[in-house]
Nanobody, 117 residues
């Protein structure tokens, strides 16, 4: 059973910062893109940020310049540093591993991020 264990999140004020972390099996770090998606009620999950095994990153347009994704092969974690948060960033954030097409997609259980004054 593959487990992606998320931590972090919570409540922040507009303009504030939060950090998310996802612990994953080490084998993913050399094989598949890893990243973060988010979802609000009634909407589809949208890409927040992803990082490939070679370190290439990709960000959703709404978070570019504010969020930073990183991976740590020694700690087996993928982190998302979120700065200059906006109320529109409020969502459930999911850790994600994309094994397609040769393997499944894997999802964490989700962690709530709320940005409100």
């Amino acid at each position: 059973q593959v487990q992606l264990v998320e931590s972090g999140g919570g409540l922040a004020q507009p303009g504030g910062s939060l950090n998310l972390s996802c612990a994953l099996p080490g084998i993913f770090f050399t094989r598949y893109p890893m990243g973060w998606y988010r979802q609000t009620p009634g909407n589809r999950r949208e890409l927040v940020a992803m990082i490939t095994p070679t370190g290439t990153t990709n960000y959703g347009d709404s978070v570019k310049g504010r969020f930073t994704i990183s991976s740590d092969n020694s700690k087996l974690t993928v982190a998302l540093q979120m700065t200059n948060l906006e109320p529109e960033d409020t969502a459930v954030y999911f850790c994600h591993v994309d094994g397609r097409p040769t393997a499944p997609e894997y999802w964490g259980q989700g962690t709530q991020v709320t940005v409100s004054s």
